[in-house]
């Protein structure tokens, strides 16, 4: 049987190793989030919609988990921060 100083120190180094690892799980959303601001320059990209013209009734926006989650674009590649009330000249209605 193992001595009860050395299952204390066992649970110390594991309660440790999750309390450091904690963070990492809680912004790696964040984490994987980009732009691609030369893009959204050329593209004239804005967070407002354009009269009634927004992403989210773009051919090109690929939604985020949910309506109003951040989503992508196809004419953005690699940029995973296009609002659904966004728009930029590469607008094309669904």
């Known amino acids: 049987m ?3 100083q050395t299952q204390r120190r066992r ?3 594991l309660s ?3 309390v450091a690892i904690i963070p990492v799980f809680a912004f790696s959303d964040r ?3 980009a732009t691609n601001a030369a893009l959204r320059a050329a ?8 009269g009634e ?5 773009c051919v090109q926006f690929v939604p985020g988990k949910t ?4 989503g992508g674009c196809k004419a953005i590649p690699g940029d995973t921060e296009i ?3 966004g728009y930029c000249t590469a607008w094309t209605k669904k």
């Open 16 to 18: 440790g190793a999750a």
């Open 53 to 57: 013209k927004r992403c989210a009734t």
């Open 43 to 50: 593209l004239k990209y804005q967070d407002k919609p354009e």
């Open 83 to 85: 609002s659904p009330q």
């Open 11 to 13: 649970f110390l180094k």
């Open 67 to 70: 309506a109003k989650d951040k």
């Open 31 to 33: 984490a994987t989030a």
């Open 2 to 4: 193992k001595s009860s």
